[in-house]
């Protein structure tokens, strides 16, 4: 099944403790992104890559770190989390850059207390 | 002025209606449109995309886009019980290949 997967999809965690969100997908997509989604804000995207080894900033970037040395996965970093960064997290992949539809994963819902 | 606008409603419609969901973005470079359905702490899925001016028909949706004007709405025809969530657009903003840039929905609700 064509699908991006992402784990974990829930975490509870305190400021300053590193954590990791893993996204990976089955499709052979070159594009993934990641996006984080507030109330009243909407969906913004945090980091993107176009293909293995290329990541770009997206829209708010500040205090996330990400990594592209496979195709198929793109982990979200976070180096020392604050309570800001509360939100639900989408992974989302598409074919090629550029007016694709986005397949987008399960989410994970994050606070950081 | 935000570069994807939408009414976060809700908007209440009766079953059988026809739904008319509004989006309008800045930047005339623009160039794809989308429509996503989000349902409650569930992620987005595309419905609709459309990449010229007029009409786009699929099933009980239509797209209408209109970039002089840089609007686009989604017709939602016969609306069920279903079709009630939140509806994203999203617009690859001054035509850049990489970045999509979405509204912040409108709920819509579907009443019997």
């Known amino acids: 099944e064509a699908q991006v997967t992402q784990n974990p999809r829930y975490l509870i965690t305190v400021t300053g403790k590193k954590l990791t969100v893993t996204c990976s997908q089955n499709?052979?997509?070159?594009?993934m992104s990641w996006y984080r989604q507030d109330p009243g804000l909407g969906l913004r995207q945090i980091y993107y890559?176009?293909?293995?080894?290329?990541?770009d900033k997206g829209d708010v970037p500040e205090g996330y770190k990400v990594s592209r040395k496979e195709k198929r996965n793109f982990p979200l970093i976070l180096e020392s989390p604050s309570p800001n960064q509360t939100s639900l997290y989408f992974c989302a992949s598409s074919l090629l850059v550029g007016s694709y539809e986005q397949y987008f994963g399960p989410g994970t819902r994050l606070t950081v207390t | 002025q935000k570069e994807v606008e939408q009414n976060s409603g809700p908007l209440s419609v009766p079953e059988g209606a026809i739904a008319s969901l509004n989006c309008t973005y800045s930047d005339r470079g623009s160039q794809s449109f989308f429509w996503y359905r989000q349902y409650s702490g569930k992620s987005p899925e595309l419905i609709m995309f459309i990449y010229s001016n007029g009409d786009k028909e699929d099933g009980r949706f239509t797209a209408q886009l209109n970039k002089a004007s840089q609007y686009v709405s989604l017709l939602i025809r016969d609306s069920q019980p279903s079709d009630s969530a939140t509806y994203l657009c999203a617009v690859n903003i001054g035509g850049t290949a990489s970045k999509l840039t979405f509204g912040t929905g409108t709920r819509l609700q579907v009443t019997l």
């Open positions: 499709m052979n997509h070159e594009y």
């Open positions: 890559s176009m293909n293995v080894e290329v990541t």
